[in-house]
């Protein structure tokens, strides 16, 4: 079975940082594309960056310049590094897995497979 456990959110200043981790079990995130996506209450869920397994990488134009993700193949874990957060970054994180050979656009959730349960991050003014 493919589990994928969050972890890393928490309450935070406007302009500080936080990095979230996931944890794959199951699958080898090296081989597969990885996606971090945000859902705020009452809001749709929205892309927010992804990595395939060549190590490029995606970014909304909204987190552009100040996320980054990345991955440590030895761990098995994905990273979101976030900086220079604002408060409309205010939502729950979710990372997610594609199937084998996903080559769709990266940003829409149906090119992932399986989902993690979320980690909250709130950023205060």
């Known amino acids: 079975q493919v589990h994928l456990v969050e972890s890393g959110g928490g309450l935070v200043q406007a302009g500080g940082s936080l990095r979230l981790s996931c944890a794959v079990s199951?699958?080898?995130?090296?081989?597969?594309?990885m996606g971090w996506f945000r859902q705020a209450p009452g809001k749709q869920r929205e892309f927010v960056a992804a990595?395939?397994?060549?190590?490029?990488?995606y970014y909304a134009n909204s987190v552009k310049g100040r996320f980054t993700i990345s991955r440590d193949n030895a761990k098995n874990t994905v990273y979101l590094q976030m900086n220079n957060l604002k408060t409309e970054d205010t939502s729950v994180y979710h990372c997610?897995?594609?199937?084998?050979?996903?080559?769709?656009?990266?940003?829409?959730?149906?090119?992932?497979?399986?989902w993690g349960q979320g980690t909250q991050v709130t950023v205060s003014s």
């Open positions: 990595i395939r397994w060549l190590s490029t990488s």
């Open positions: 997610a897995i594609g199937p084998v050979g996903s080559s769709g656009p990266p940003s829409v959730d149906n090119a992932y497979e399986y």
């Open positions: 199951g699958r080898t995130v090296s081989n597969y594309l």
